[in-house]
C-alpha cells in the first residue's frame, strides 16, 4: 500500500487517539473502497493515502468515513463556491499573496498540530469575497489532508486575527455564508479541530460569533477561545510562540516567507488538484432524494443577513 509511514510519535498517537493499527488498515481501506464503488451517485478518489485521511479524522469508524465521504463530495457539488478560484487562476495567487489565510509549515515538537492563521481584516471587502478567501484556504487544506501526517493524525487549530474588520467584512458573513463555511470544515471535510483563537476582536464580531457558534457542536463550542486585544500570551498557552510568525512575536519566519512556502506547495500539486477536479457526486444518480443547497443550508427564509448597527 502506498501510505506513508508514520514517525513514532505520531504513531503512538494515531493508535492511541485514532485506533489505528496497521494489522488491519489493508482491510478498512478495501472496505471503504467497495462502498465507493457500489454507490452509483459518488465519483471519489480512492488513493489510499487520501481515504487514510478519512478514516483517521473519523477514528476508522467505517461507517463515519462513508458519511463523511459523502458528506465531502455532496458539497463539491451543491457548493461550488468553495472552490470558487482554481490554483490556477491569476486570482488564486493574487489572494494567497494578501496573506489572509496561510498555514504555517512548523510544528511544536513530533506530534504537534497544524496551525492554521486567518487575517480577514487583511482583505478588502470591495474587491473580494469571503468566499474568495475561503476558496484558497480549501485548496490548501485540501494539499495537507494529502501531504501532512500532522494535520490528518494530530489535528488543526485555527488563530483568527480580527483587526482591521469594517463593516464590509461583516455584511459579507450572512447566515447562509457562516453555515455553509462551518459544514465545510465541520460535517465534510475529514478533520479534527483542536481550537479556534480570535484575537483583537472589534465591536459587532458578536453578532457573528454567536451566530457560528450556533452551527458548531458542542464539542467545537467548547474549544473557542477569545483574547483581549494584542493579548498574544495567553494564546501562547496553547501554540507555542516559537512556531508562530515574526509578526505575532515567533520564530517561524515571516508571513511572506509562508506565503512563499505555500505558493511553491501549490506549484507541486498542480497536476494532482488539476485530476482532482473531476470527483463530486452527480445528485441525479443518488439513491433516494438527491442532495441540494437548499435543503443542507436552507436558513435564508428566517434570517437572511444579520443587522449591524
Known amino acids: 500500500m502506498s501510505i506513508r509511514p508514520l514517525p ?8 492511541v487517539e485514532l485506533n489505528e493499527d496497521p494489522k488491519r488498515l489493508k482491510d478498512d481501506l478495501q472496505s471503504i473502497k467497495d462502498w465507493i464503488a457500489k454507490q452509483p451517485h459518488l465519483n471519489a478518489r480512492t488513493d489510499n493515502q487520501w481515504l487514510v485521511a478519512f478514516l483517521r479524522g473519523c477514528k476508522y469508524s467505517l461507517e463515519r468515513t462513508k458519511e463523511k465521504l459523502d458528506n465531502y463530495y455532496s458539497m463539491r ?14 486570482l ?12 504555517l509549515p512548523n510544528t511544536s515538537g513530533p506530534d ?3 496551525i492554521n492563521l486567518m487575517r480577514p481584516g487583511k482583505y478588502d471587502p470591495n474587491k473580494y469575497n469571503i468566499m474568495d478567501i475561503m476558496s484558497v484556504n480549501y485548496t490548501l487544506i485540501k494539499i495537507l489532508l494529502v501531504d501532512d501526517d500532522h494535520m490528518t493524525v494530530s489535528g488543526i487549530e485555527s488563530i483568527g486575527d480580527m483587526e482591521g474588520l469594517t463593516l464590509g467584512h461583516f455584511l459579507q458573513m450572512t447566515p447562509v455564508v457562516i453555515k455553509k463555511l ?17 484575537l483583537n476582536t472589534p465591536a459587532g464580531f458578536e453578532k457573528v ?27 501562547y498557552k496553547y501554540i507555542p510562540k516559537e512556531i508562530l510568525p515574526a509578526e505575532y512575536g515567533g520564530n517561524g519566519g515571516s508571513i ?21 477536479f473531476k470527483y463530486k457526486t452527480d445528485e441525479s444518480k443518488r439513491p433516494g ?6 435543503d443542507m443550508f436552507g436558513v435564508e427564509g428566517s434570517f437572511r443577513q444579520l443587522e449591524f448597527d
Open 182 to 198: 462551518v459544514a465545510a470544515g465541520q460535517d465534510a471535510a475529514p478533520l479534527r479541530i483542536k481550537g479556534t483563537h480570535y
Open 8 to 15: 513514532p510519535a505520531l504513531a503512538e498517537k494515531a493508535r
Open 92 to 103: 488564486f495567487d493574487e489572494v494567497l499573496s494578501l496573506g489572509v489565510s496561510v498555514i
Open 256 to 276: 511572506e516567507e509562508i506565503i512563499d512556502y505555500w505558493r511553491s506547495k501549490v506549484k507541486e500539486y498542480s497536476a494532482w488538484l488539476e485530476e482532482d
Open 77 to 90: 457539488t451543491t457548493v461550488p463556491e468553495l472552490e470558487r478560484i482554481k490554483y490556477s487562476d491569476p
Open 289 to 294: 432524494k438527491p442532495k441540494t443547497a437548499e
Open 112 to 114: 504537534g498540530r497544524r
Open 209 to 235: 460569533y454567536n451566530l457560528m457558534k450556533s452551527f458548531l457542536n458542542e464539542k467545537n463550542r467548547n474549544r473557542l477561545y477569545i483574547y483581549n486585544n494584542k493579548n498574544y500570551d495567553a494564546m
